[in-house]
């Protein structure tokens, strides 16, 4: 077929059957989409259609079944042709789903053209992945992993042509340890079926084979780590799916199959924790002590609850009421262009983003040569409720716009949110924002800050390293947990990390831009979506 400049091939314009009328078809390269028209005079009903050519999931050939053939005049007819194009339809709220359309026609070199000129073009797509390797946690969330995967994720992938070797996990750490052994340059991209927890698995199996292949030694906190180009998808069957749904805009498994059918990319930021010049880990979303570390902890007890331990959890946590006393110091994200505070969300193509890439590798070119250490730190000592330290807004289907709605995907900072004592009904009405449109940051307790790292230490541990024995500590600790109403917790709380407990709690983070992918495009932006969340009763009694 003849060229264009540029080696695009001019569009392929036909008319073809659909259904029981002709339209006019098009195949056009340069503007990216397949087009389908009713070439009759405009009339309510008549309808066009497109599909942009990055959407299609595949082309196959169809055989006519004899109930098709035997309506209308076919009968009359020699046997048509037909081929399938599958695409991607979006429906409400991000939703993503499978949907097709088959075109005929009596020409079988006609229909043999399409059929090749489609498959060509989805040739052509080299983001898209055609081998992954899929690991499921067949105990995550509601336990329906494995027949997530089975019944709405494997039949798509295998529709678009995308080979797999799946391991169903045995045990915590099963796929992280894997990751280390295998062969990774045979895949594409890594798929994950799970929750958060599995995720962070995965990711931390991906990053750690990455640092050690290139010989960085992941416990020194200032090295500088090595990009992970190999993309992550996420295929949610989880209790809180908070990543899935704060990169895709819906935990959805469907949908987020579609994205690492299409080859999506999403570059993510991710900190690293690190205790006395030791490693501890990485993470993605949330960072949380106080309130949700406990919250977590309490309810590792309750895993036979399923996802609903949460619920529990929270509930228990709430009344509680603990704060915990410490020193926060941090360094101000000063190259990140926005606030925490911005009406803008990071949304997909995020300019803001795209700007911390942009000084990203400038960086590299200077090999890295930034003055951190010079760099301000800011202290604040303090008695807090809860200490969240987000890398993204934690948007999840609990709390739909987040634990900071702002907070972008991949700009290389966190947002350093700080809840101080306060009353009960005053941390109410702070978690209830979490769940409405009203801003979260705008209570007198809460102070929020756009942060490249910062540190932790209790009140306890300071002490610690100064006089009380270690026998001692721990009776105090005895003391107040048998007092609860007292609230003034002697003890730690603990760090929900991407929703891992951590053994410490003095710690030192450090946010990575960018250091890794997924298979997603960052939330679009919709507008006939974003419908109102359904106002909680406690809402409307406050
Ligand atoms: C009275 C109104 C109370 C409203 C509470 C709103 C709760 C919003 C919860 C937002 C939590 C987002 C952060 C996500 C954390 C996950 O990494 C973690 C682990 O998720 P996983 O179990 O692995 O899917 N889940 C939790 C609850 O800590
Ligand atoms: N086969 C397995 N048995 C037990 N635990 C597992 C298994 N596979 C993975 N895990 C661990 O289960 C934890 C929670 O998994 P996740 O999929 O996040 O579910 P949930 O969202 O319900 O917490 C993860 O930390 C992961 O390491
Ligand atoms: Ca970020």
Redesign the pocket.
Same mark, same amino acid.
């Given at each position: 077929m003849e060229q264009l400049p540029g080696g695009r091939r001019p569009p392929l314009v036909s008319t073809l059957g659909l259904g029981r009328r002709s339209w006019e078809v098009t195949l056009d390269e340069e503007r990216g989409r397949l087009a389908w028209r009713d070439p009759r005079p405009p009339r309510r009903g008549s309808e066009n259609c497109f599909v942009p050519t990055s959407e299609i999931i595949a082309v196959e050939e169809t055989e006519f079944n004899k109930k098709q053939r035997n309506t209308g005049k076919w009968q009359k007819m020699a046997k048509p042709h037909a081929f399938t194009v599958y695409y991607v339809k979006k429906a409400r709220n991000h939703r993503w789903r499978c949907s097709d359309v088959t075109f005929w026609c009596v020409d079988e070199h006609l229909c043999n053209q399409w059929i090749q000129a489609l498959k060509e073009l989805l040739e052509m797509q080299k983001c898209r992945p055609k081998h992954l390797l899929v690991y499921i946690n067949p105990y995550g =969330?509601k336990r329906q992993g494995k027949r997530i995967y089975e019944q709405k994720v494997a039949p798509l992938f295998s529709l678009a042509s995308i080979s797999t070797d799946v391991v169903i996990t045995e045990h915590a750490n099963h796929a992280k340890d894997n990751l280390f052994e295998v062969n990774i340059n045979k895949y594409d991209g890594v798929v994950c079926v799970g929750?958060?927890?599995?995720f962070s698995e995965v990711m931390h199996g991906l990053i750690g084979r990455m640092q050690k292949d290139s010989g960085i030694d992941q416990n020194n906190p200032k090295a500088p780590l090595v990009q992970c180009n190999i993309r992550i998808g996420i295929i949610p069957a989880?209790?809180?799916?908070?990543i899935c749904y704060s990169t895709v805009g819906i935990a959805d498994p469907v949908t987020s199959a579609l994205h690492i059918i299409v080859g999506d990319c999403q570059p993510l930021d991710v900190s690293s924790i690190h205790h006395n010049n030791t490693f501890v880990k990485y993470y993605v979303?949330?960072l =949380?002590y106080g309130f949700?570390g406990d919250?977590?902890k309490d309810s590792e007890k309750k895993r036979w609850m399923g996802p609903m331990r949460?619920d529990y959890s929270?509930f228990k946590t709430f009344l509680s009421h603990h704060y915990y006393e410490g020193t926060i110091s941090f360094q101000p994200a000063k190259h990140a262009l926005g606030s925490p505070r911005d009406k803008d969300r990071c949304r997909t193509g995020c300019y803001i983003c795209k700007e911390s890439e942009q000084q990203l590798a400038e960086q590299h070119k200077t090999c890295g040569l930034n003055h951190e250490e010079d760099e301000e730190w800011k202290v604040i000592k303090g008695k807090f409720l809860a200490i969240n330290a987000v890398n993204m807004s934690?948007a999840?289907p609990?709390?739909p716009k987040?634990?900071s709605p702002a907070a972008h995907l991949a700009d290389g900072s966190a947002d350093l949110i700080l809840v101080r004592k306060c009353s009960r009904f005053d941390f109410?009405r702070y978690?209830?924002r979490?769940?409405n449109h009203d801003d979260q940051f705008d209570f007198s307790f809460v102070d929020v800050y756009r942060v490249k790292s910062f540190q932790f230490t209790s009140k306890l541990s300071e002490d610690n390293e100064s006089s009380v024995t270690d026998i001692g500590k721990k009776r105090f600790g005895q003391f107040c947990r048998d007092h609860p109403v007292c609230c003034c917790n002697i003890a730690n709380s603990t760090w929900?990390c991407?929703?891992e407990t951590l053994d410490s709690s003095a710690i030192e983070v450090r946010v990575h831009c960018q250091l890794m992918k997924l298979f997603a495009r960052g939330i679009e932006e919709n507008c006939k979506d974003e419908a109102a969340y359904s106002h909680?009763s406690?809402e409307q009694l406050l």
């Amino acid at each position: 077929m003849e060229q264009l400049p540029g080696g695009r091939r001019p569009p392929l314009v036909s008319t073809l059957g659909l259904g029981r009328r002709s339209w006019e078809v098009t195949l056009d390269e340069e503007r990216g989409r397949l087009a389908w028209r009713d070439p009759r005079p405009p009339r309510r009903g008549s309808e066009n259609c497109f599909v942009p050519t990055s959407e299609i999931i595949a082309v196959e050939e169809t055989e006519f079944n004899k109930k098709q053939r035997n309506t209308g005049k076919w009968q009359k007819m020699a046997k048509p042709h037909a081929f399938t194009v599958y695409y991607v339809k979006k429906a409400r709220n991000h939703r993503w789903r499978c949907s097709d359309v088959t075109f005929w026609c009596v020409d079988e070199h006609l229909c043999n053209q399409w059929i090749q000129a489609l498959k060509e073009l989805l040739e052509m797509q080299k983001c898209r992945p055609k081998h992954l390797l899929v690991y499921i946690n067949p105990y995550g =969330g509601k336990r329906q992993g494995k027949r997530i995967y089975e019944q709405k994720v494997a039949p798509l992938f295998s529709l678009a042509s995308i080979s797999t070797d799946v391991v169903i996990t045995e045990h915590a750490n099963h796929a992280k340890d894997n990751l280390f052994e295998v062969n990774i340059n045979k895949y594409d991209g890594v798929v994950c079926v799970g929750g958060d927890g599995m995720f962070s698995e995965v990711m931390h199996g991906l990053i750690g084979r990455m640092q050690k292949d290139s010989g960085i030694d992941q416990n020194n906190p200032k090295a500088p780590l090595v990009q992970c180009n190999i993309r992550i998808g996420i295929i949610p069957a989880g209790s809180t799916d908070c990543i899935c749904y704060s990169t895709v805009g819906i935990a959805d498994p469907v949908t987020s199959a579609l994205h690492i059918i299409v080859g999506d990319c999403q570059p993510l930021d991710v900190s690293s924790i690190h205790h006395n010049n030791t490693f501890v880990k990485y993470y993605v979303s949330l960072l =949380g002590y106080g309130f949700y570390g406990d919250i977590l902890k309490d309810s590792e007890k309750k895993r036979w609850m399923g996802p609903m331990r949460y619920d529990y959890s929270g509930f228990k946590t709430f009344l509680s009421h603990h704060y915990y006393e410490g020193t926060i110091s941090f360094q101000p994200a000063k190259h990140a262009l926005g606030s925490p505070r911005d009406k803008d969300r990071c949304r997909t193509g995020c300019y803001i983003c795209k700007e911390s890439e942009q000084q990203l590798a400038e960086q590299h070119k200077t090999c890295g040569l930034n003055h951190e250490e010079d760099e301000e730190w800011k202290v604040i000592k303090g008695k807090f409720l809860a200490i969240n330290a987000v890398n993204m807004s934690c948007a999840c289907p609990r709390s739909p716009k987040g634990l900071s709605p702002a907070a972008h995907l991949a700009d290389g900072s966190a947002d350093l949110i700080l809840v101080r004592k306060c009353s009960r009904f005053d941390f109410l009405r702070y978690l209830v924002r979490h769940t409405n449109h009203d801003d979260q940051f705008d209570f007198s307790f809460v102070d929020v800050y756009r942060v490249k790292s910062f540190q932790f230490t209790s009140k306890l541990s300071e002490d610690n390293e100064s006089s009380v024995t270690d026998i001692g500590k721990k009776r105090f600790g005895q003391f107040c947990r048998d007092h609860p109403v007292c609230c003034c917790n002697i003890a730690n709380s603990t760090w929900n990390c991407d929703g891992e407990t951590l053994d410490s709690s003095a710690i030192e983070v450090r946010v990575h831009c960018q250091l890794m992918k997924l298979f997603a495009r960052g939330i679009e932006e919709n507008c006939k979506d974003e419908a109102a969340y359904s106002h909680s009763s406690v809402e409307q009694l406050l």
